[in-house]
């Protein structure tokens, strides 16, 4: 079981650089980590934007929709790790928090993107 949603985590993960690639969003880094945090995505928009994305990626919405599953804590980590990685490549720009919640259909992902989900 723990295999099929591993799959299911990757397959989100590529759409989701998909889409935002589609969108105009360069694709930095993928699974950035730093210490116990993890940044799925971090995309750029022109020299001006650097995005940190969240993806949560669920087989159906039995269990609530995925971006409900993004607690406070992951939310903590998150901007730890974000810290880290503008101090790294000495960002000079603006951020932004973004939440990818994709759900997996008969012919794929519905994706929903909530840009500035949390600060």
Known sequence: MAHLAHQLGQAGEAAAAAFLTSLGYVVVRQSYRYRRAEVDLIVQRGRELLVFVEVKTRSSTQYGFPEEFVTERKRQLFRMAAEQ???????????????????????????????????
């Open 85 to 119: 990685y503008q101090h790294e490549v000495n960002w000079p720009g603006d951020i932004r928090f973004d939440i990818l919640a994709l759900s997996q259909t008969s012919t794929g992902f519905r994706v929903e993107h909530f840009e500035d989900a949390f600060y």
